[in-house]
């Protein structure tokens, strides 16, 4: 008795087509295609929101900014001199 595999699939079934996928992950390329525009830094001088934020926090930092401001612009600050190398007041 003589039968056809293709009929009788589960008596004659390939091993290597139930074995389970073994690769996962590769990340050949990816280099290659993230440099291919330049990795670029993150743009300063975006603002970053405060919605949301405490806002007992958000007034003291607002009263700080306007301090910091004033004693930047105070004439005794000013001269040569008084400032270090980070442009803060001595």
């Given at each position: 008795f003589f039968f056809n595999t293709r009929e009788l699939g589960f008596l004659c079934?390939?091993?290597e087509a139930d074995m389970a996928k073994s690769k996962n992950h590769t990340n050949?390329?990816?280099n290659f295609k993230a440099h291919?525009?330049?990795?670029?830094?993150p743009s300063l001088g975006t603002?970053?929101?405060t919605k949301g934020m405490d806002?007992?926090?958000l007034r003291n930092q607002?009263?700080?900014k306007k301090n910091n401001a004033?004693?930047?612009a105070h004439?005794?600050?000013r001269s040569k001199g008084k400032t270090d190398h980070f442009g803060a007041p001595c």
């Open positions: 079934r390939d091993p050949h390329n990816q291919r525009n330049g990795i670029k830094r603002k970053i929101s806002p007992k926090f607002k009263y700080a004033a004693a930047k004439p005794k600050n």
